[in-house]
């Protein structure tokens, strides 16, 4: 043990934080795509996978040590440290990676003295292998005391820890890029507790710390820099991640959030999630308690099982609807297709008497049954059916009576549709649509999951089973109601509300249960507590009309698979044997020692003294919170568990921050104003928000002025999973930024801010790139920074030059930042954020070019030059294009774009470029590189001599024979970009640059 340190109260007091210097953006953007791809695997979605945006747990972390960590006087060892706290060196990644077998490394280390290591069984054999490495094992026989061969057993050192075969293990790691490696292997949080076991003794020397966990070294920096362990809080909770994680990392914690969904997770996640074993063996038995209550009344009822050893599973229910022109009653289907993988299909066969279809089910359904069953009886928007050979197309819209209203000045569609009653559950037979059990999804009833299941088609049982649920739930509803076992609260209208009181006709949010989902859910949530109302909430969202049925995976839906409320015309509803996997959220358990406070209050009510804010505001209406999450809490909103009972059960929509307009700022200022009110001097914030569009900058220079804080470092972490890529959306991202409260009241005029921005955009682009540069990184060709972060720097910059004064050319910023927006105005703000970025872009000499020659070129050769560059990178981004053009003052990037669309975005190829636009007019046209690129063209044409070719070049290029050494450079330059993307074009741009250097003179 070392010598106790001592630590030093309010040392780091002054002391700028790590994350106002640096931060690994790129290997912080892999692990925080890792943490999205585990899907449910994430450390607390389990709780809850319908609640959306949840900000990812590593990337927390990356904010709140940054935070707490200094920024020394030596930024690369700050850096190593904290990629050491943060998994990402190369041992912790060994770790997460795995230990090879010791062969492996025998094959692959050189290794003096492979004893120090390794064993040998039977040991006699030690003698008879080579002391060093590398060698390959299987190639050694060896001969025993015995007389007899064998083969060698090589097995680590009984007496070696884990921390010294990974230092060991880690040189043999295969030599990629992180990107690569980190996709392969664990996240640290899988393997919490060893991950870090190596790291302390050079965390302490660096920091002047005695840890030997998260929770001391929190503790001691917080004393370092607060004078207490520090307290952080997250004004905007949501499902509590960010409280989260900074509690298990050891700070204290208060989380608030104006929707008690929100506080009901990060209950959920403190006391769940970070239960400790005593908690979560009670926790357990509750559970147990409850499903074994729930199964028994259900049984009694008598209501899910055909008497002959099975029950039901799935209940399949589809709306029907008479057709205008034929008085049939048809089913809206928009497949037919029951199982995709096991082949069902249900077909519908006209009852002519009744005028109505019956729905049978076809087992072991042919390829073309398949095919055929693919289109349902609802397609485009309409009903269809066909009777007597003649199909009948009705649009639901036309049936349903739809037609434009105007209410406020704004445009609505009404139409004929009944409003329901508080007390309804169901259609009335007079309704316009009416709903239809048609198919049951049975279980055998012998408890096994793996039982067998099979879906049958509706039986007279079925329907008397039907039939005493609905009754039954007839009968109670309005004293359930009365005690709040189902919601009685109206659904208000709203953007994402509206559409099932339009489309159906529900008022209330009990409506878009049906009974049997009614019915569980009642009996469940009269004996909830607050351990098992979190996985309550969770079996709503597996369990109502707005849940599909996916004949691909043969399974019922969450409701929230997106964030808005789409009634359907046919789902799936789960019976009562899905309860366990439901009230059971499946999770890892991280004990939680620090002190958590939650609170359901507005952001600009929270009264304590907090050292942190991380906060992840809404933006721009992304999630409409305040409406979808009504969906739970009316279910919780009479009687809620005791723990809960304080918070109001009422999504207040009235003060949710929302849009982005002139209220939002003000909602904005008002929360943060407040943050900096209970911030200490020395306090620091991280705000976290998505990147939307280009003036968020603006906005939130504004809304930081007008709280009374300043920027001090801003950062992008590309937080999208691949998926959203592919779908061609524009890549998003979170932007952090980092402030610290504005004690002075400096002055400026504008003339002189302009120096002093591009004096901030250099010096942070040359720390960035003189990183890159140092960097001696293990991973392959890594950069530590990309151009993405560089130009980011810009944004920084000028939040951070812009937002230190309170003053600039004698107006007050603070208030100035409150004056609503004139649209299509751009203001001071705006102009100086610009500026400022573009004088970042400029710096961004792209890799492989020389300084000078760069130096030389226009503004649209830059352009072409950098693009080149990205794209040989795989990088087609268009806002990539569009910003550097802005940036080398491109007047028209037409003449060189061949596509501009969001991902897919290219440049014009020599060939494609071609003869045109080679005029003075052109803004390409007369420059070297045009030239050059026409001459690769008539190469590649392979219609002209070379030595024409070169004559014609001579003709374009003024001053040819002193600009030759420029051609061969950037000929070479082409080729190297384009060698894999159009290798001919590559291989004639080196064709040309060995002729121009060739030539006689
Ligand atoms: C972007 S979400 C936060 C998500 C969270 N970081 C997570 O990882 O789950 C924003 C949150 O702000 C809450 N909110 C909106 N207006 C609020 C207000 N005026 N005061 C407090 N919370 C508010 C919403 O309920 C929502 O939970």
Same mark, same amino acid.
């Given at each position: 043990?070392? !010598? @106790?340190?001592?630590?030093?109260?309010?040392?780091?007091?002054?002391? /700028?934080?790590?994350?106002?210097?640096?931060?690994?953006? @790129?290997k912080l953007s892999v692990d925080v795509y890792k943490e999205r791809m585990a899907g449910s695997g994430q450390t607390l979605t389990g709780l809850g996978s319908y609640w959306k945006g949840r900000k990812p747990l590593v990337l927390n972390k990356a904010c709140i040590l940054g935070c707490l960590l200094p920024a020394t006087k030596n930024i690369k060892r700050d850096l190593e440290v904290f990629e050491l706290l943060m998994g990402m060196d190369e041992v912790t990644l060994s770790k997460r990676y795995g230990l090879p077998k010791p062969k492996e490394l025998l094959a692959q280390l050189k290794l003096p003295n492979i004893w120090d290591y390794f064993d040998v069984s039977p040991p006699e054999l030690r003698s008879q292998l080579p002391h060093s490495a590398p060698f390959i094992l299987d190639d050694y026989k060896v001969v025993r005391s015995s007389g007899s061969l064998a083969k060698p057993i090589i097995s680590w050192r009984k007496d070696l820890s884990e921390d010294q075969k990974h230092s060991l293990a880690c040189a043999a790691m295969p030599a990629k890029a992180y990107r690569e490696l980190a996709t392969t292997v664990s996240r640290v949080e899988e393997i919490n507790g060893f991950a870090h076991s190596h790291i302390w003794e050079q965390v302490n020397s660096h920091l002047g710390t005695d840890a030997n966990s998260f929770s001391e070294l929190i503790n !001691?920096?917080?004393?370092?820099?607060?004078?207490?362990? /520090?307290?952080?809080?997250?004004?905007?909770?949501?499902?509590?991640?960010?409280?989260?994680?900074?509690?298990?990392?050891?700070?204290?914690?208060?989380?608030?959030?104006?929707?008690?969904?929100?506080?009901?997770?990060?209950?959920?996640?403190?006391?769940?999630?970070?239960?400790?074993?005593?908690?979560?063996n009670k926790i357990e038995l509750e559970q147990k308690a409850l499903i074994e209550s729930v199964r028994s009344e259900i049984?009694?009822?008598?209501?899910?099982?055909?008497?002959?050893?099975?029950?039901?599973?799935?209940?399949?229910?589809?709306?029907?609807?008479?057709?205008?022109?034929?008085?049939?009653?048809?089913?809206?289907?928009?497949?037919?297709?029951?199982?995709?993988?096991?082949?069902?299909?249900?077909?519908?066969? /006209?009852?002519?008497?009744?005028?109505?279809?019956?729905?049978?089910?076809?087992?072991?359904?042919?390829?073309?049954?398949?095919?055929?069953?693919?289109?349902?009886?609802?397609?485009?928007?309409?009903?269809?059916?066909?009777?007597?050979?003649?199909?009948?197309?009705?649009? #639901?819209?036309?049936?349903?009576?739809?037609?434009?209203?105007?209410?406020?000045?704004?445009?609505?569609?009404?139409?004929?549709?009944?409003?329901?009653?508080?007390?309804?559950?169901?259609?009335r037979s007079d309704d316009i649509f009416s709903e239809r059990l048609y198919a049951i999804q049975w279980i055998r009833d012998d408890g096994n999951s793996r039982s067998d299941v099979?879906?049958?088609?509706?039986?007279?049982?079925?329907?008397?089973?039907?039939?005493?649920?609905?009754?039954?739930?007839?009968?109670?509803?309005?004293?359930?109601?009365?005690?709040?076992?189902?919601p009685d609260m109206k659904i208000e209208p709203g953007d994402k509300t509206d559409e099932p009181i339009r489309t159906r006709g529900w008022t209330y949010w009990h409506q878009l249960?049906? /009974?049997?989902?009614?019915?569980?859910?009642?009996? #469940?949530?009269?004996?909830?507590?607050?351990?098992?109302?979190?996985?309550?909430?969770?079996?709503?969202?597996?369990?109502?009309? =707005?849940?599909?049925?996916?004949?691909?995976?043969?399974?019922?839906?969450?409701?929230?698979?997106?964030?808005?409320?789409?009634?359907?015309?046919?789902?799936?509803?789960?019976?009562?044997?899905?309860?366990?996997?439901?009230?059971?959220?499946?999770?890892?358990?991280?004990?939680?020692?620090?002190?958590?406070?939650? #609170?359901?209050?507005?952001?600009?009510?929270?009264?304590?003294?907090?050292?942190?804010?991380?906060?992840?505001?809404?933006?721009?209406?992304?999630?409409?919170?305040?409406?979808?999450l009504e969906f739970f809490i009316a279910w919780l909103r009479k009687n809620p568990p005791k723990e809960f009972s304080d918070w109001i059960w009422d999504s207040r929509r009235a003060l949710a921050?929302?849009?982005?307009?002139?209220?939002?700022?003000?909602?904005?200022?008002?929360?943060?104003?407040?943050?900096?009110?209970?911030?200490?001097?020395?306090?620091? !914030?991280?705000?976290?928000?998505?990147?939307?569009?280009?003036?968020?900058?603006?906005?939130?220079?504004?809304?930081?002025?007008?709280?009374?804080?300043?920027?001090t470092a801003a950062w992008y972490?590309?937080?999208?999973?691949?998926?959203?890529?592919?779908?061609?959306?524009?890549?998003?991202?979170?932007?952090?930024?980092?402030?610290?409260?504005?004690?002075?009241? @400096?002055e400026v005029a504008r003339d002189e801010l302009a120096y002093e921005l591009a004096d901030e955009v250099k010096k942070q682009v040359d720390l960035l790139t003189g990183l890159n540069r140092d960097s001696k990184d293990f991973y392959k060709d890594e950069n530590l920074f990309e151009d993405a972060d560089l130009q980011m720097a810009g944004y920084a910059a000028a939040l951070r030059v812009l937002t230190r004064y309170k003053t600039i050319d004698g107006v007050d910023m603070p208030q100035e930042s409150l004056r609503p927006r004139v649209k299509g105005q751009s203001t001071m703000v705006d102009e100086l954020i610009e500026f400022a970025v573009n004088i970042a872009n400029e710096y961004l000499v792209p890799e492989g070019m020389d300084t000078s020659i760069w130096e030389k070129s226009t503004g649209i050769e830059r352009l072409y030059l950098k693009m080149l560059d990205m794209e040989s990178k795989g990088i087609f981004t268009l806002s990539n294009y569009q910003n550097f053009a802005k940036a080398f003052k491109v007047r028209d990037d037409g003449e060189i774009m061949n596509e501009a669309?969001?991902?897919?975005?290219? =440049?014009?190829?020599?060939?494609?470029?071609?003869?045109?636009?080679?005029?003075?007019?052109?803004?390409?046209?007369?420059?070297?590189?045009?030239?050059?690129?026409?001459?690769?063209?008539?190469?590649?044409?392979?219609?002209?001599?070379?030595?024409?070719? =070169?004559?014609? =070049?001579?003709?374009?290029?003024?001053?040819?024979?002193?600009?030759r050494s420029r051609i061969s450079a950037l000929a070479e330059y082409i080729s190297k970009k384009t060698s894999a993307l159009r290798p001919e074009e590559s291989s004639n741009a080196i064709v040309l640059r060995d002729l121009v250097r060739r030539e006689k003179v």
């Open positions: 043990m070392s !010598q @106790q340190q001592k630590i030093i109260p309010f040392i780091l007091r002054e002391t /700028p934080s790590l994350i106002e210097s640096v931060l690994p953006v @790129q !001691q920096l917080g004393i370092m820099r607060f004078g207490r362990r /520090p307290v952080l809080a997250d004004t905007f909770s949501g499902s509590g991640q960010i409280p989260f994680e900074a509690a298990r990392l050891g700070c204290d914690v208060i989380a608030s959030d104006l929707n008690p969904i929100a506080c009901m997770l990060t209950w959920g996640a403190f006391n769940i999630i970070g239960s400790n074993v005593e908690q979560k049984d009694a009822l008598n209501i899910e099982t055909d008497g002959k050893g099975w029950r039901g599973k799935v209940y399949l229910y589809c709306l029907e609807i008479t057709c205008p022109e034929t008085g049939w009653r048809v089913p809206l289907l928009p497949s037919l297709i029951i199982s995709q993988t096991k082949k069902i299909v249900c077909k519908l066969v /006209p009852d002519e008497l009744n005028k109505r279809y019956r729905i049978d089910i076809v087992n072991n359904a042919s390829e073309d049954e398949m095919t055929a069953a693919k289109k349902g009886s609802y397609q485009d928007q309409s009903m269809v059916h066909t009777v007597g050979g003649i199909e009948y197309r009705s649009k #639901i819209a036309t049936i349903r009576g739809d037609f434009n209203d105007h209410e406020n000045g704004k445009r609505i569609i009404k139409n004929k549709l009944r409003q329901w009653e508080k007390s309804e559950v169901m259609y099979e879906f049958r088609g509706i039986t007279a049982g079925d329907e008397d089973r039907e039939e005493k649920v609905n009754l039954y739930v007839k009968k109670n509803i309005e004293e359930w109601q009365k005690e709040g076992l189902i249960f049906n /009974p049997r989902q009614l019915l569980l859910a009642a009996i #469940i949530k009269k004996k909830i507590t607050s351990n098992t109302a979190v996985g309550f909430i969770n079996l709503l969202n597996w369990n109502a009309k =707005l849940s599909i049925w996916n004949p691909g995976n043969n399974n019922v839906q969450q409701v929230f698979a997106n964030q808005a409320l789409n009634p359907l015309y046919n789902y799936g509803c789960r019976g009562s044997c899905w309860i366990g996997q439901h009230l059971v959220p499946h999770y890892s358990q991280f004990e939680i020692l620090s002190k958590f406070k939650i #609170i359901n209050d507005v952001a600009s009510g929270i009264i304590d003294q907090v050292d942190i804010f991380v906060t992840d505001p809404p933006y721009g209406d992304a999630v409409k919170y305040e409406e979808i921050i929302k849009g982005e307009d002139h209220d939002f700022k003000l909602s904005m200022v008002d929360a943060y104003k407040n943050m900096t009110l209970r911030m200490p001097d020395n306090g620091i !914030q991280v705000i976290m928000f998505t990147h939307q569009s280009g003036s968020i900058w603006a906005d939130m220079a504004n809304i930081v002025w007008a709280s009374g804080l300043q920027v972490v590309v937080t999208e999973t691949d998926s959203a890529l592919r779908e061609g959306q524009y890549v998003k991202g979170t932007i952090l930024l980092i402030l610290r409260k504005r004690l002075q009241s @400096q669309k969001a991902n897919k975005a290219s =440049l014009k190829t020599a060939k494609q470029l071609g003869k045109k636009g080679m005029n003075a007019a052109d803004e390409f046209g007369p420059t070297i590189l045009r030239s050059i690129l026409y001459a690769i063209h008539i190469l590649e044409e392979n219609k002209t001599k070379p030595e024409d070719v =070169l004559h014609q =070049l001579r003709d374009l290029v003024p001053d040819y024979f002193r600009e």
